[in-house]
């Protein structure tokens, strides 16, 4: 069974002058339940529009030009807002870049969560929403008393935690993750790391996570998409991405990522800039990037093809046979 | 000269007061500080890099600002090239204990603050920020050479800034200077701050945090680059951060703080392979490793970095300690030399 799909996704944003930048081009990538799924790329790859056009929540400048999002076999695409609204935080829910400063700051935790389990009707009375938001606090290790306190009373690593449980609080089938370690201090990105691969055992959820960081998708993901210019460069199990990448992307972003395990590797850098979308090249979007490129490169876009079972590269070295 | 280290930090403390109630203070209660800087002291030979690795609220940004004289040590003493840079940032050469073989104490204090400020300089953690988005790529590298007054004539000028531009891989110059740094990525920001700085061909460089608001595919070229320019200049960099596999990778020594204390020093990538304070060792279990099949057993510390008010009783790091024991709570650990130049603050290093 399949929980979630995406299909052929393309999504474009308008400029000022209502011309039409294409941000996600033709992804697609499919979950079972209880799967975990690492979106990982440079800053601008597209990797965070693919998430809020699966939401529906993409800024008014985006529009979904293609494809579908078929989530227990519903298209997401097709539903009225107000079913969409129901799937949101009732079945898909998201923990955002930058959550720990998404809490509003007049209101104490507690009463935010509170108002999340009201509205979505998962209580009916507030005596059992506090009581929901005592045991949802305790789940991501803080204590129910704390709930009482306002945001700022809450170090960072804490806020994220409460807006963790926030999201857990109508119990999602599908949690989203968009770079949730990023600005916190190493000490606590390993115990956000460690908490979402306890709930996702316990509350056997399927999880998205959108991140730079090849560190963390290394410990908590099954499978890993590698975005490059708003398209897949690379699709395949952790196992696969991590020890037999075969795209030269993929391959030089993981010798960017610094090992202490093996200090006397060099550390390489990919020379150049990720390509801008009003200026995308016209081959390859990584060609200008690349050290393998040939004139072809330049020339074509690859296709995505099927190397072997479940490892999917968009390269011309496997794509021109 | 070739001995004495470029850079002296001994018993370091700085304190900020809280601001406690005019009650607390009538009776009698002491004013309550932040220890932020308790008792640090190490040295920074010339060429060379030291990481001053540690969590938000280490201290160790507290350490590069009392190094630059951008703040004044609370007690003990910073030494830049024989000269205390308390006395040395107020332009007051003259009352220190400095022998003044160079005559520096006759310079004007506005002097002396400039000749410090020229040769130690600072490169921020934010490239976003620190450009004033206003000002032509030339103009912001050339400005530090206007205040200094070091360029003999505008084609001196222009050939200074052009040198700074393309050292920091920003080839050619021309290419560069005439934009706005909005035209620029973060990478590219970042080399120009870095130009802006090595223009003055500084001495010491203090490097905060300077990759960590970069994407991971563009931080090894930074750090790459800063070798480079400690390779070719001799310059000795003191590179703060909180990420110990960046460190890893360029520095020559590491000092790792908790709560304003250093805890364990010693050459890099001894202390990486074996660090002998459980915080270190900590540190280290947790950073990710870029591959499924070789996950490392985890030291994951509990809770955050306590408050730098009330500091615990004995060794500081004893609250969160996985092998702490009770005479933890009582003393406060000496360093034990581990190897000759590698130590650690733990009473059960051995």
Not at chain 2, 37 to 59: H, P, Q, R, Y
Request: with cysteine.
């Amino acid at each position: 069974m399949t929980m979630l799909e995406v299909k052929n996704l393309s999504v474009s944003y308008l400029t000022d002058e209502q011309v039409a930048l294409n941000a996600v081009e033709n992804v697609s990538f499919r979950l079972e339940p209880g799967r975990s799924l690492g979106i990982v790329g440079e800053s601008g790859c597209g990797k965070t529009t693919i998430i809020l056009a699966l939401m529906r929540i993409l800024p008014e400048a985006g529009r979904i030009v293609d494809g579908q999002v078929i989530f227990e076999n519903r298209d997401l695409f097709q539903l009225s807002e107000a079913e969409m609204c129901k799937v949101r935080w009732g079945d898909i829910s998201m923990v955002f870049q930058g959550a720990m400063n998404s809490l509003n700051p007049v209101r104490t935790v507690e009463s935010q969560i509170v108002e999340a389990l009201l509205r979505h009707k998962q209580v009916d009375t507030k005596r059992q929403a506090r009581k929901r938001t005592a045991e949802l606090l305790k789940k991501v290790g803080i204590a129910p008393e704390r709930g009482k306190q306002y945001p700022h009373q809450y170090s960072g690593g804490m806020r994220q935690r409460a807006f963790i449980a926030m999201a857990l609080s109508c119990n999602p089938k599908v949690l989203i993750a968009d770079e949730p370690t990023t600005a916190l201090d190493v000490m606590i990105q390993a115990q956000i790391t460690q908490l979402l691969k306890k709930l996702q055992r316990e509350l056997n959820l399927t999880l998205i996570l959108v991140t730079h960081d090849l560190g963390v998708v290394a410990e908590l993901c099954d499978d890993v998409l590698v975005m490059y210019g708003g398209k897949v460069a690379e699709y395949a199990t952790s196992d696969t991405i991590y020890n037999a990448a075969k795209h030269p992307y993929t391959r030089r972003l993981l010798k960017a990522f610094p090992d202490i395990d093996n200090l006397d590797a060099d550390l390489v850098s990919i020379p150049g800039v990720p390509p801008r979308l009003d200026d995308l090249p016209i081959g390859c979007r990584f060609s200008p990037r690349c050290n393998l490129c040939k004139d072809y490169c330049m020339r074509d876009q690859p296709r995505l093809v099927e190397l072997e079972d479940s490892h999917y590269i968009a390269c011309h070295m496997y794509s021109r046979k | 000269m070739v001995d004495q280290p470029l850079l002296r930090v001994e018993n370091l403390f700085k304190y900020f007061p809280v601001s406690h109630s005019i009650i607390r203070g009538l009776i009698g209660k002491q004013a309550k500080v932040v220890h932020a800087v308790d008792n640090v002291g190490f040295t920074l030979k010339m060429g060379e890099i030291l990481a001053l690795v540690g969590e938000s609220g280490s201290g160790k940004t507290t350490v590069g600002m009392n190094v630059l004289g951008l703040q004044v040590p609370t007690r003990g003493k910073v030494i830049f090239d024989g000269i205390d840079v308390a006395y040395w940032c107020q332009g007051r050469i003259g009352d220190s204990d400095y022998s003044d073989k160079n005559g520096l104490a006759k310079l004007s204090s506005r002097k002396q603050v400039l000749l410090l400020r020229r040769r130690a300089q600072m490169i921020f953690q934010d490239p976003y920020e620190s450009l004033n988005p206003r000002q032509k790529i030339f103009d912001i590298v050339a400005e530090p050479l206007d205040i200094h007054g070091l360029s003999q004539s505008e084609s001196d000028r222009k050939d200074k800034v052009r040198d700074a531009l393309e050292i920091c891989g920003l080839a050619p110059a021309d290419h560069f200077w005439d934009r706005y740094p909005d035209g620029l990525s973060g990478g590219q920001r970042q080399r120009v701050v870095i130009a802006g700085a090595l223009v003055l061909e500084p001495e010491l460089l203090i490097a905060d945090e300077p990759v960590s608001m970069l994407d991971v595919s563009i931080r090894a070229e930074l750090l790459n680059l800063l070798m480079e320019i400690r390779n070719k200049r001799n310059i000795s960099i003191l590179y703060t951060t909180h990420d110990l596999a960046t460190a890893g990778y360029f520095t020559d020594r590491m000092a790792v703080m908790y709560l304003g204390r250093i805890v364990e020093l010693g050459p890099t990538r001894e202390v990486l392979s074996n660090p002998r304070h459980p915080y270190t060792k900590s540190l280290v279990s947790v950073l990710p490793a870029p591959n499924p099949r070789r996950q490392r057993e985890r030291v994951i510390l509990s809770g955050e970095v306590p408050n730098p008010i009330d500091l615990p009783t004995g060794c500081r790091f004893h609250p969160r300690c996985p092998v702490s024991r009770d005479d933890c709570q009582k003393i406060d650990p000496d360093f034990v030399q581990v190897t000759a130049e590698h130590k650690a603050a733990c009473l059960f290093v051995q």
